[in-house]
């Protein structure tokens, strides 16, 4: 079973503004029935072109239904500036946070917000359709656009996760090594500017390798089993303890090397050097 | 709040009569039937009668009977066994809508060198025989088909299938968890080499199962150590829950006609009712070869775990095939085998019962379903009326 937060039971239980926006400015439908959810999102312009009444129409489980509630209630009162701002984490921290593999629901909800105002700002489909990058995952209609988005905008590193946030791989599972390669590709990008701010204090040096760890690093490694933990920073030597099956691995050496050495040198500084403290 | 459990192909309560049966073993009997001592020893005779118990309820000899842990073990065991029996042979035969403790292990094994012919089934979930005959090659080691399907309740023809396997020198097992205590089995009249029950689906302890192998069948251990089970399952026997196991088969035995009375006729109420009810919904499964106590509904244009959410607040427990349940983002293996279309298949409920479901049961899943339908079509965009 789902652990629901209280609030995407609630918004599921009782959903706001359901339905659908007569003479609406803006319109968008998402997702389809073979994909397992589906939204259909309208709303209305007041005089001063800000969002007066929006509502929606979800085929879906509660957390999808509870992100399109959540999705209307943010944006009510918006200016079509504004709500192109708000993100699918945004509708997420509204509800107070979802199960990581329903992620994909408040990306839903994102992207039907945002191909509502491009309904309203008159960017017509094909135009749209134009840019829109080509397909990656067959069985959800996943492209690669939408990959390389969701992993900006969401720091999101394993395919596990690019799963949940978009549902890409989650059939059956033969564009896993493309989602790999889009990762590896976007990481290797993202790399140079993080790489130029080379010069860092030494507390902004442990902020980013904490964040590197927990970001990147330790998700990889509890998929096996595994742990890591930041004992130290001195100078560029950054001391870890290992846990979990790591503790125990003989690959573990080939592992911080390889692996947690390369990603930290890549993301935080060249310079670094990790070690292992026994304790 | 009034459980209202109609989810018994998931897990079933503990029988009273088990529960009572069992509780001796963890302070009177706590032995272990290996000792010297007769404190200890005295523990083999009642697991010999447990063992009795359940071989009778399959129609069996007590030597046929191996306790295992759970029905994925006697799965394992059972497929893993033949294939070590003869070694040369690389061509397995099983169904497209087998449990995944089944399915799982295919799937690996194919990785493994092993060719996994999966057979299709029909729109009613059916196995079309001939093609099935026609898949049984010289190389082909093992036929696996489930006897009753856990979502649909859909039963296999798996004696005339094993019949068929047995002219041509194959060895045939079956995951019988869904089956057994349901509809009557009876080793003495059919050929099939091995069978796996579990304890837990007919009101048994979880942690305890069975693997049923036919006198004659050559068998090679998974769980190698101790002499235990004449040496075809090591580890200390976990007493207390073969005791239950026992005595929920006795149980089993005694209350199998009223499956086919009592619990089809709630069922069939159940199914009746919701099908008139609700507008856009239908049976998934052969209604005619069928476990008395499954039905799996699908009802169209919304999604099975909000359905699901929405009875949790009356109590009602049940299952869907939906994606969103599922965990895996497609809807379940067994319905797009069915070929369910997918307007259907994400919106299906399956409602299992037991001997312990009452009419008042029945009566509220009656009157709480159809307005959560139509309330969660209501805020479908694929909804436009029930015409």
């Given at each position: 079973m789902w652990e629901y937060t209280d609030k995407v039971r609630e918004h599921f239980l009782n959903p706001r503004n359901v339905g659908e926006v007569e003479n609406p400015d803006g319109v968008a439908e998402v997702g389809s029935i073979a994909c397992g959810d589906a939204l259909k999102l309208t709303f209305a312009l007041d005089e001063n072109q800000r969002i007066?009444?929006?509502?929606?129409?979800?085929?879906?489980?509660?957390?999808?239904?509870?992100?399109?509630?959540?999705?209307?209630?943010?944006?009510?009162?918006?200016?079509?500036?504004?709500?192109?701002?708000?993100?699918?984490?945004?509708?997420?921290?509204?509800?107070?946070?979802?199960?990581?593999?329903?992620?994909?629901?408040?990306?839903?909800?994102?992207?039907?917000?945002?191909?509502?105002?491009?309904?309203?700002?008159?960017?017509?489909?094909?135009?749209?359709?134009?840019?829109a990058g080509h397909i990656i995952c067959e069985c959800f209609g996943v492209t690669d656009q939408d990959i390389e988005r969701a992993i900006q905008e969401n720091r999101l590193s394993t395919v596990e996760e690019i799963t949940n946030y978009t549902k890409a791989g989650g059939g059956c599972g033969s564009c896993r090594e493309a989602i790999r390669g889009i990762i590896d590709k976007i990481q290797f990008e993202m790399t140079p500017q993080t790489a130029a701010k080379a010069k860092l204090s030494n507390i902004q040096k442990i902020k980013m390798i904490e964040e590197t760890l927990e970001r990147e690093i330790r998700p990889s490694l509890k998929l096996d089993g595994g742990d890591i933990e930041l004992i130290d920073v001195d100078g560029n030597r950054v001391m870890v303890a290992t846990r979990g099956t790591c503790a125990t691995c003989k690959a573990a050496d080939i592992t911080l090397k390889h692996f947690v050495e390369k990603r930290l040198r890549d993301l935080v500084s060249p310079d670094l050097v990790v070690e292992e403290v026994t304790q | 709040m009034k459980v209202v459990y109609l989810d018994n192909n998931a897990t079933t309560q503990v029988a009273p009569e088990v529960l009572e049966a069992i509780l001796p073993y963890f302070h009177d009997f706590y032995g272990n039937p290996s000792s010297m001592h007769a404190f200890g020893g005295q523990i083999g005779a009642h697991i010999r009668?447990?063992?009795?118990?359940?071989?009778?309820?399959?129609?069996?000899?007590?030597?046929?009977?191996?306790?295992?842990?759970?029905?994925?073990?006697?799965?394992?065991?059972?497929?893993?066994?033949?294939?070590?029996?003869?070694?040369?042979?690389?061509?397995?035969?099983?169904?497209?809508?087998?449990?995944?403790?089944?399915?799982?292990?295919?799937?690996?094994?194919?990785?493994?060198?092993?060719?996994?012919?999966?057979?299709?089934?029909?729109?009613?979930?059916?196995?079309?025989?001939?093609?099935?005959?026609?898949?049984?090659?010289?190389?082909?080691?093992?036929?696996?088909?489930?006897?009753?399907?856990?979502?649909?309740?859909?039963?296999?023809?798996?004696?005339?299938?094993?019949?068929?396997?047995?002219?041509?020198?194959?060895?045939?097992?079956?995951?019988?968890?869904?089956?057994?205590g349901k509809i009557p089995i009876d080793m003495g009249k059919n050929t099939i080499d091995m069978?796996?029950?579990?304890?837990?689906?007919?009101?048994?302890?979880?942690?305890?199962?069975?693997?049923?192998?036919?006198?004659?069948?050559?068998?090679?251990?998974?769980?190698?150590?101790?002499?235990?089970?004449?040496?075809?399952?090591?580890?200390?026997?976990?007493?207390?829950?073969?005791?239950?196991?026992?005595?929920?088969?006795?149980?089993?035995?005694?209350?199998?006609?009223?499956?086919?009375?009592?619990v089809k006729k709630l069922r069939d109420r159940l199914e009746t009712a919701l099908l008139n009810a609700i507008p856009k919904s239908r049976i998934n499964g052969d209604t005619e070869h069928r476990l008395p106590n499954t039905t799996n509904i699908s009802f169209e244009f919304v999604e099975g775990e909000g359905i699901l959410l929405m009875l949790d607040l009356y109590g009602i427990c049940a299952s869907s095939g939906s994606a969103c349940t599922s965990g895996s983002l497609q809807p379940s293996h067994v319905l797009r085998a069915m070929g369910v279309p997918f307007t259907m298949a994400h919106g299906s409920i399956r409602f299992s019962l037991s001997i312990y479901n009452t009419d008042e049961d029945v009566d509220m899943v009656i009157e709480k379903l159809p307005p959560i339908i139509e309330r969660l079509r209501s805020m479908s965009p694929y909804w436009t009326g029930d015409k």
């Open positions: 007066k009444d929006i509502k929606f129409k979800t085929f879906g489980c509660a957390s999808a239904i509870a992100s399109s509630s959540a999705l209307t209630e943010m944006v009510k009162g918006m200016t079509l500036e504004e709500a192109q701002k708000v993100t699918n984490q945004d509708i997420a921290a509204y509800l107070g946070g979802l199960p990581q593999e329903k992620m994909h629901c408040s990306v839903m909800g994102k992207e039907a917000l945002e191909k509502a105002i491009e309904n309203c700002l008159g960017v017509t489909e094909t135009s749209a359709d134009e840019t | 009668t447990a063992r009795e118990q359940v071989a009778s309820l399959l129609g069996a000899h007590p030597d046929e009977i191996i306790f295992t842990s759970c029905g994925t073990e006697s799965d394992n065991a059972a497929i893993r066994s033949a294939l070590y029996a003869d070694p040369e042979k690389r061509h397995i035969v099983t169904s497209r809508v087998e449990h995944p403790a089944v399915r799982a292990l295919c799937a690996q094994l194919s990785g493994q060198g092993y060719r996994i012919t999966e057979l299709a089934v029909d729109k009613d979930g059916r196995l079309d025989m001939e093609q099935y005959e026609q898949s049984l090659t010289p190389d082909t080691v093992l036929a696996s088909l489930m006897w009753a399907n856990n979502e649909t309740g859909v039963i296999f023809p798996v004696e005339k299938a094993a019949a068929i396997a047995r002219e041509k020198g194959i060895l045939f097992h079956t995951d019988a968890v869904q089956a057994a069978l796996s029950i579990s304890g837990h689906k007919l009101h048994a302890p979880k942690g305890i199962a069975a693997l049923y192998v036919r006198k004659g069948t050559k068998f090679s251990p998974v769980m190698v150590g101790g002499h235990q089970e004449r040496g075809r399952r090591g580890g200390t026997e976990n007493t207390p829950s073969i005791i239950g196991l026992g005595k929920a088969c006795e149980l089993a035995r005694q209350n199998l006609s009223q499956e086919n009375t009592q």
